[in-house]
Each structure stands twice: as structure tokens, then as C-alpha cells.
């Protein structure tokens, strides 16, 4: 199930190629997967996936974090947000934690409000306590 954490931006955990039809469905025009491939024994492979979006017509990218999201990380979000432009981004992750993370630090970077920030992240669930500094 994603959750919405602005009006451009869902976020989620472990999706299926198969899912991929209805995030086109529900406007979503790009897909950010934050999980590396390899965490736990039969999650679908990245390129599974990309081969799904393409299917759909929607963008993709890879971006894998690994432990918590780094400045690189935080770069490529920046960058899928302002190619998808006024596009739905769907990230991704085991259950979508590193994603929001990644979410909130771009956003912040970009001068978003941290209150904002924090309440989005809480109403989908996610608690923003291990970046709270980085905010």
C-alpha cells in the first residue's frame, strides 16, 4: 500500500512487477526503487521491475540505498522530483523508510518546511527521529 507524502510523491514498501499496472492506473509516471537488489531471498530483482515500468510507460530509476539515505542518495531524489516534474513519483523500498527519508531530505534541501515535512512523513506511518539532525 503507498502512501501519499505530498501531492506529487508516494512512497511504499517491497512493490511486485505486477503492481506496476495499477501505479499507472493511479498516475504515477515515474518510479524511484530504493532497495538494493539481494536484501531478503525472493524479492523481485531491479530490472524486473524497470522491465515493468517500461511496459507501463513509466519512468524508472535506480537509485539503491543501502543503510540511511547519503548526500548522493539525497542528489538523485532531488533529481527524479524535478524530472518527474508535475508527474506522480512512486519510491520504494522494504518498507518504505529509506524512501521517505531520501523524500524528506530533498525536500528540506529544498526549503521545504521541516513541520510539514515531519507531519507527511508521520501520517504514512514514518517516524523521522534517526534524521532529525539532518532536518
Excluded at 54 to 59: D, H
Excluded at 104 to 130: K, M, N, Q, T, V
Amino acid at each position: 500500500m503507498a502512501h501519499q507524502l505530498d501531492e506529487k510523491t508516494l512512497v511504499s514498501g517491497q512493490i511486485q512487477p505486477e503492481d506496476v499496472a495499477a501505479f499507472k492506473a493511479a498516475g504515477v509516471t515515474m518510479i524511484v526503487n530504493n532497495r538494493p537488489d539481494g536484501e531478503d531471498p525472493g524479492q523481485p530483482l531491479a530490472a524486473d521491475i524497470e522491465a515493468a515500468a517500461k511496459a507501463a510507460g513509466i519512468a524508472y530509476r535506480y537509485v539503491p540505498i543501502r543503510r540511511g539515505p547519503g548526500p548522493s542518495d539525497v542528489d538523485e531524489m532531488q533529481d527524479a522530483m524535478r524530472a518527474n516534474g508535475d508527474g506522480k513519483l512512486l519510491a520504494f523500498c522494504r518498507s518504505g523508510t529509506r524512501s521517505t527519508f531520501a523524500w524528506a531530505l530533498a525536500r528540506r534541501e529544498e526549503g521545504a518546511d521541516r513541520e510539514e515535512i515531519e507531519r507527511s512523513a508521520a501520517e504514512a506511518g514514518i517516524h523521522l527521529g534517526p534524521i532529525a539532525h539532518l532536518l
